[in-house]
């Protein structure tokens, strides 16, 4: 019998972007954890749908690697990937493999769980989703280099953002008797290296259905939180409270947040490749605007210097 857990530490996973043809190392957590009856030790299962929006496979694939729980390296360790069709839940391309291997993709495939059937499934139909909304996402490559603030929703969502007069919101944060919707918007500019995402707290009229933005944060991945005081109506340590609150209620929020990021750097880049004509520009002050300074904060919201951000030479 097979058992599937979640692995509770964190991971550091070689991760290729094609979108962006950058490869780097993530941190993953609560990664798929597997267990067999019929060998020692664990292996981590890595789960991958088809993101290409015209194609009806109906298959998960997945990739297992073999660990030692206690950290060290295995000297040859166990590798094997498996495509599991939907409606069948058997193999879809069988290849010849050593009989231990195949004797633990046997057992998988014999013992996995139907609530884990049902995910895989749910997960392929929500990437096939997402992925038909962002080929159709449209956007003039002028606002993308621009740094122009875009949210999660309006690219993958079936109803677009809140934000922009759609109904979709990508969170609810329940605290102390009030319900707050959260909006989260990214710079997909493809060159410029934020790493931050911009939260709007929203509190929806339940009369008339009308958003009302209470307050909004900037979160740099690597750094503490900042206000935006322009649109607050809490103190800044009730803010505090809100968002600490929310990330206890959901410890995965922030590998959710950044795994969102590097998907809307992808959506920017797949914008430039549609109109290679357009090069990247310096942001540049119009007619009755105020010239940019090198020591500025950079216009696109990363926090940076302009000089250090999109200012910098490209």
């Not at 109906?58 to 690697?65: D, G, K, M, P």
């Not at 290296?193 to 909004?216: N, P, Q, S």
């Amino acid at each position: 019998m097979i058992k599937i857990e979640k692995f509770k530490e964190t991971v550091h996973v070689r991760s290729y972007h094609p979108d962006m043809d950058v490869e780097d190392v993530v941190e993953v957590k609560n990664l798929p954890l597997v267990r067999f009856s019929s060998h020692e030790r664990p292996f981590f299962m890595f789960v991958n749908h088809c993101q290409n929006p015209d194609c009806d496979c109906n298959e998960t694939v997945l990739a297992f690697n073999e660990i030692e729980e206690n950290g060290a390296q295995i000297a040859s360790p166990i590798t094997f990937d498996i495509t599991l069709d939907h409606f069948t839940w058997q193999e879809k391309r069988k290849i010849k493999r050593p009989k231990n291997v195949q004797s633990l993709i046997d057992e998988f495939v014999s013992d996995l769980p139907d609530e884990i059937k049902s995910e895989f499934k749910e997960n392929y139909n929500n990437t096939k989703t997402e992925s038909r909304n962002m080929a159709k996402f449209e956007m003039p490559v002028e606002d993308v280099y621009a740094g122009k603030m875009v949210s999660y929703a309006d690219v993958f969502g079936d109803d677009g953002s809140i934000m922009s007069g759609g109904t979709g919101v990508s969170f609810l944060v329940e605290y102390e008797g009030l319900k707050l919707f959260v909006d989260d918007q990214y710079c997909i500019d493809p060159k410029c290296d934020c790493g931050a995402v911009r939260l709007i707290f929203l509190k929806v009229d339940e009369g008339t259905g009308i958003a009302h933005d209470m307050f909004a944060i900037r979160v740099p991945f690597q750094n503490e939180i900042e206000i935006e005081d322009k649109l607050a109506r809490y103190t800044k340590e009730d803010i505090e409270k809100i968002y600490d609150h929310w990330l206890k209620s959901d410890p995965e929020i922030m590998d959710v947040l950044e795994t969102r990021y590097m998907k809307m750097k992808g959506v920017g880049q797949s914008l430039v490749e549609r109109h290679p004509s357009m090069k990247p520009h310096k942001h540049t002050a119009g007619v009755g605007q105020k010239k940019i300074g090198r020591n500025d904060p950079c216009p696109c919201g990363s926090g940076k210097k302009y000089k250090k951000c999109c200012g910098k030479p490209k």
